[in-house]
């Protein structure tokens, strides 16, 4: 097909249209700019847990994902070379006329090169480890060329001596014994994952997988193997003896407490959810007659439906009541009955939520959120989103993932990755990831370990669980 062809029936104006434009470097980037342009300081942030110091800054440190982005610190002039090239091209957005030499340049007291030019030397006489000094800009432009270019580093006593008497930082206090093994402490504690497992649920019956327990008997068996193949935590929704799922306090007590006769080191979960049909009294009272060590705290109101995947077609539908007075409510009586709230995050809606009535100050930290993904009314897994949700949780937090389905292995993956923790078990699918029913939540516990391992993260014990999520044991 010609082009005359297809333009034939189109009008066409020929001439140029303008595109103006602000671009925006992101709250890291803008701050490590404006320094460079209004205090002729070069900015990087340092990792608490690792120590690693990045230039330019970021949000996450590359090692451990701990969240970064508060951590600045101030670094000196000069450097090394850790490599270069020279650009023989010439382009109209190029810095510099070629040739020039454009050289990753490590500061002093960074662990992470950046890109700048390089002056002052002819390019065959450049070397890796060669010392070098930045040069500020004369007149600000309001990016990285506030730097003007890299120079060979004088060797002078005036130039050694004075980025120490401009940063003019007091002398750090020698760290004691126990600061220097609590340091120590948190970097092992930032290596472990917690694994739950999620043993029934509200929904998933005998007649999906039969390992699906509803007596307490069976709760407490299954949890009991849940513990042996690796897992710290049980999230429990009881039963009658038919299945279904049931807000009587005794039948909820008698459920925790085989639990923990059979295996008493194991954290019991309890949702706050309790099923479908549920009323808000319902749902919090069996949580204080009962206090476990931690319940479900629910952040939103929402479509909670079961749906044909492939088709659309809808099966049932339910709309999850979650007000914020239930938000609100829901969290102190948790908080004032010493039971450790695990906050439900379906969507970034939710998140926003919490965040909002948090301001009242009842929750206690440290705070800890588990990201659902793949129920028929939240978000599908996906990456990206799930690491939005990461970067806006509270400096601190604790994050676990579970998934629906075939969102569950994925999910817990990628959170295994991204330094949280992970959940579980036949509540959220019935399978393992070959296809085949799961036996038992048990054995998706022995996958999830599995992904730990190649994940380099080792898996936390019930107690360490504990102290990384701020529990009290009972």
């Not at 070069?42 to 608490?48: A, F, L, T």
């Not at 990045?54 to 610190?73: A, G, H, K, L």
């Not at 002039?77 to 990753?104: C, S």
Request: hydrophobic content about 40%; proline content about 5%.
């Amino acid at each position: 097909m010609s082009l005359d062809f297809d333009r034939k029936d189109c009008f066409v104006v020929d001439g140029k249209l303008a595109l103006p434009y602000t671009y925006f470097a992101g709250r890291m980037g803008s701050k490590f700019i404006t320094t460079l342009r209004d205090e002729k300081k070069i900015m990087g942030v340092k990792c608490p847990v690792c120590n690693k110091v990045y230039v330019p800054p970021r949000q996450t440190c590359e090692v451990d994902m701990t969240d970064i982005r508060e951590n600045w610190v101030e670094l000196r002039n000069t450097g090394e070379v850790t490599n270069f090239t020279v650009i023989r091209y010439d382009d109209k957005h190029l810095p510099r006329k070629a040739p020039f030499i454009l050289a990753l340049i490590k500061l002093d007291g960074a662990d992470s090169p950046f890109a700048h030019i390089l002056e002052g030397i002819a390019p065959e006489e450049v070397k890796p480890g060669m010392r070098v000094e930045a040069v500020f800009a004369k007149a600000t432009t309001s990016t990285i060329l506030d730097i003007d270019h890299f120079e060979p580093a004088r060797v002078s006593k005036v130039q050694v001596s004075e980025p120490a008497e401009r940063t003019q930082a007091p002398a750090a206090a020698p760290r004691s014994k126990e600061e220097m093994e609590q340091d120590e402490r948190r970097k092992a504690m930032s290596k472990k994952v917690i694994i739950t497992a999620a043993l029934a649920g509200a929904a998933t019956m005998k007649n999906q997988n039969p390992a699906v327990p509803y007596t307490p008997q069976e709760f407490a068996e299954d949890a009991y193997k849940c513990w042996k193949a690796g897992a710290a935590m049980v999230h429990v929704h009881a039963r009658e003896d038919g299945g279904m799922a049931t807000h009587d306090h005794k039948r909820i007590k008698d459920t925790h407490d085989a639990i923990k006769e059979k295996c008493p080191d194991l954290i019991v979960n309890m949702s706050s959810a309790v099923g479908m049909g549920k009323t808000a009294e319902q749902r919090i009272s069996q949580i204080i007659h009962v206090k476990p060590e931690m319940a479900s705290l629910n952040t939103n109101t929402m479509n909670f439906s079961l749906v044909d995947r492939k088709s659309g077609k809808v099966f049932i539908d339910f709309v999850f009541e979650n007000t914020f007075t239930m938000l609100q409510d829901f969290g102190k009586a948790m908080e004032e009955a010493g039971v450790k709230p695990e906050m439900e995050l379906y969507d970034m809606g939710g998140l926003d939520n919490w965040l909002l009535i948090s301001k009242q100050g009842f929750f206690t930290k440290p705070y800890n959120f588990n990201f659902v993904w793949g129920v028929a009314g939240g978000q599908a897994f996906r990456p990206d989103a799930f690491m939005t949700m990461k970067h806006a949780l509270p400096e601190g937090a604790n994050f676990t993932t579970c998934g629906v389905g075939t969102d569950q292995f994925p999910a817990i993956t990628m959170s295994s990755l991204a330094g949280g923790h992970m959940r579980v078990g036949l509540e959220d699918n019935i399978r393992i990831p070959t296809g085949e029913l799961a036996k038992g939540s048990y054995e998706q516990v022995e996958w999830a370990v599995k992904i730990a391992e190649i994940a380099g993260r080792e898996v936390a014990t019930p107690d360490e669980a504990r102290e990384i999520m701020g529990l009290r044991k009972k």
